[in-house]
């Protein structure tokens, strides 16, 4: 009897989701500004609450930052990038992982993405790689600043290209 009872909780236990951790991330946007250069903020200080039952794709959780950690190589920029995201009223920019499926070569990821205050579903290509109890999410995807109200901002005859592409590399501990 003192058998099963051990059993079955052990058993009971394998099932509930582990923790998942967020170390040595990146995650870097880019766009351009027409006629002049590239603009690529990055941000290290990426934080999550994800969990993981058995398999990659259990992966559940949200991945987020505070906007304000986002740094490109220009600072005048940045305080023009950061009254334009809204940093004041919207501290952070998240992404909530829904659902992940692997295909052919790698992996959809879908979820939500928060940016200004607003939420829409997109799905994200990722390779997902696991190795001892560490988990590597690597891709990127591009989305435009109009589709979460914001406006690309315009100087004279300089204006910011509406398409955002980012990279990501986001490394999980168990």
């Known amino acids: 009897m003192f058998k099963k009872l051990v059993f079955t909780l052990a058993l009971g ?14 995650i870097m946007g880019q766009t351009e500004v027409f006629g002049d250069s590239q603009i690529t903020p990055i941000t290290r200080d990426i934080k999550g609450e ?10 559940r959780g949200n991945i987020y930052f505070k ?7 220009k600072k005048d920029r ?21 659902n992940i499926i ?19 579903d997109i799905i994200v290509k990722s390779d997902i790689s696991e190795e001892k ?9 591009s989305f435009n600043l109009t589709d979460f109200n914001l406006e690309p901002p315009s100087m004279l005859f300089l204006k910011v290209r ?11 501990k168990r």
């Open 50 to 59: 994800l969990t993981i039952e058995n398999s990659l794709e259990s992966i």
């Open 133 to 141: 109890s560490n988990i590597l999410l690597n891709g990127k995807f």
């Open 13 to 26: 236990l394998s099932l509930y989701a582990s923790n998942l951790s967020v170390s040595n991330s990146a």
């Open 78 to 98: 940045d305080k023009n990038m950061y009254k334009l995201l809204n940093v004041d009223k919207f501290e952070t920019i998240s992404f909530d992982i829904k």
């Open 162 to 172: 509406d398409q955002i592409d980012i990279t990501y590399k986001i490394y999980l």
């Open 102 to 120: 692997k295909n052919e070569i790698n992996y959809d990821i879908s979820g939500v993405l928060t940016l200004n205050g607003i939420s829409k």
């Open 67 to 73: 906007t304000i950690t986002l740094i490109s190589d």
